[in-house]
């Protein structure tokens, strides 16, 4: 099974390539906001994480959400080996 995780956008470090700043929990990396249109995301957004790409967009109440569910599950921690190493 594959997840996403969501995301917070803090920062655009590279528009020209796509390339945004997300925090999960604290653990900040760059994701590849490209399979979105210019100004579709921008800073104070959260995005669903794949692999080092967002995936989607979307509201705050649904990224605590499907935070609070991973955690319950099991599948979540910050520091993740998979997110650190995934992200581009």
Do not use: Q, W
Not at 9 to 38: L, P, Q, S, Y
Not at 59 to 67: I, Y
């Amino acid at each position: 099974m594959c997840l996403a995780i969501p995301g917070k956008i803090v920062e655009i470090v590279d528009a020209e390539n796509h390339i945004a700043k997300v925090d999960v929990g604290g653990v900040r990396r760059n994701v590849n906001v490209g399979m979105f249109d210019e100004g579709e995301v921008g800073v104070g957004d959260y995005v669903l994480i794949h692999v080092g790409f967002a995936m989607s967009k979307i509201d705050e109440a649904e990224a605590e959400e499907t935070l609070r569910v991973l955690k319950e599950i099991g599948e979540y921690d910050p520091g993740v080996e998979e997110f650190k190493t995934t992200l581009v």
